[in-house]
């Protein structure tokens, strides 16, 4: 069965500091793989896909198909960053990760 | 403007009564979902639609149902609310499978 995992339920970071959230996945495929973000009374929107292979806001995400991960990472934790982020690999129907909840603390 | 939206915000509503959600986008998208969230929790897929006249349920069973009689409308319906339905549900949509997604505000419901 197609599985997505995020291990971290809370993210405690200091500003300034770098932050990583895991995401693994279990399929045979390629889906397509995305980060989505919730910000407190706001919507669930797009982060970042990998097949853009772009960086947003100063996330980046690396794919490992090896490992089947695929991290968001930003150097720099910013305040603004505190919200809620899930991994979204889509293998057809969009599915999402149980989320990690970031706090960025001055 | 294109976009996707969920009526109504809030709802408080009594044990027993049949409610609709409504979802309408106005992409043209194909596809669309339900999920069902509570506060800051994961994301549970209750039903989906390939398109018109095509719905499935989702990953989570749900007593709801949903209908799909226009592309652009996806309504979802509880006959006979309970407490234990109380969470929020967001509906999203798609162009095709594996593109990003679009999501409404959500729909928080309360059943006393």
């Known amino acids: 069965a197609q599985r997505v995992t995020q291990p971290e339920k809370l993210l405690s970071v200091f500003k300034g500091a770098p932050v990583e959230l895991k995401c693994n996945y279990s399929?045979?495929?390629?889906?397509?793989l995305f980060w989505y973000v919730q910000y407190s009374r706001q919507r669930l929107q797009l982060l970042l896909r990998?097949?853009s292979r772009e960086s947003i806001k100063g996330f980046t995400a690396d794919l490992n198909k090896g490992e089947t991960s695929f991290h968001l990472k930003k150097p720099f934790a910013q305040e603004e960053d505190s919200a809620m982020y899930y991994c979204?690999?889509?293998?057809?129907?969009?599915?999402f990760g149980a989320g990690t909840q970031v706090v960025v603390t001055p | 403007e294109a976009d996707i939206y969920q009526t109504p915000r809030y709802l408080v509503i009594g044990t027993g009564k049949k409610i609709t959600l409504e979802c309408s986008q106005t992409?043209?998208?194909?596809?669309m979902y339900w999920y069902q969230q509570d506060p800051g929790m994961e994301l549970h897929l209750i039903h989906y639609?390939?398109?018109?006249?095509?719905?499935e349920k989702g990953d989570l069973s749900s007593e709801s149902t949903v209908s799909r009689i226009r592309t652009e409308h996806f309504p979802l319906t509880l006959e006979s609310a309970r407490p234990s339905h109380t969470s929020q549900y967001l509906c999203?949509?798609?162009?095709?499978?594996?593109?990003?997604?679009?999501f409404g505000q959500g729909t928080r419901l309360t059943v006393v």
């Open positions: 639609s390939y398109g018109v006249n095509s719905t």
């Open positions: 992409m043209g998208h194909d596809k």
């Open positions: 399929y045979s495929g390629s889906p397509e």
């Open positions: 999203a949509s798609t162009e095709e499978w594996g593109h990003r997604a679009f």
């Open positions: 979204a690999p889509s293998w057809g129907k969009l599915q």
């Open positions: 990998h097949i």
